[in-house]
């Protein structure tokens, strides 16, 4: 037994204290809040779409405004070229246009 006793003595005994965590509730208008912000991000995001839409027909208006320029600058030298030009802008107006 004297054996066993020293074995005891030199491992020291370890103590774990497990806490479980109490059921908390859903802080008071934390609802209201969610509904506020999923709105808000809605809001932002509609206007975001909304922006890059007017930004992609500016563009394209842009881009048929130039070919009409150089459709005009070509006029002197290759007026069928520039026909087709002018052409080609009214096309891709009206497809434009057509996609609203």
Do not use: N
Not at 26 to 51: D, H, K, N, T, V
Request: net charge positive; aromatic share 8%.
């Amino acid at each position: 037994m004297a054996a066993a006793e020293g074995v005891f003595e030199s491992c020291p005994m370890t103590t774990m204290i497990v806490t479980v965590p109490d059921k908390t509730r859903m802080p008071y208008g934390a609802w209201l809040a969610a509904a506020a912000f999923s709105r808000l991000l809605q809001i932002i995001e509609s206007a975001r779409i909304a922006r890059q839409v007017r930004r992609e027909r500016l563009l394209r208006e842009a881009d048929c405004a130039s070919v009409r320029r150089y459709a005009q600058e070509m006029m002197e030298l290759d007026p069928r070229f520039a026909s087709d030009l002018f052409a080609a802008a009214d096309r891709s107006e009206r497809f434009e246009q057509s996609q609203r």
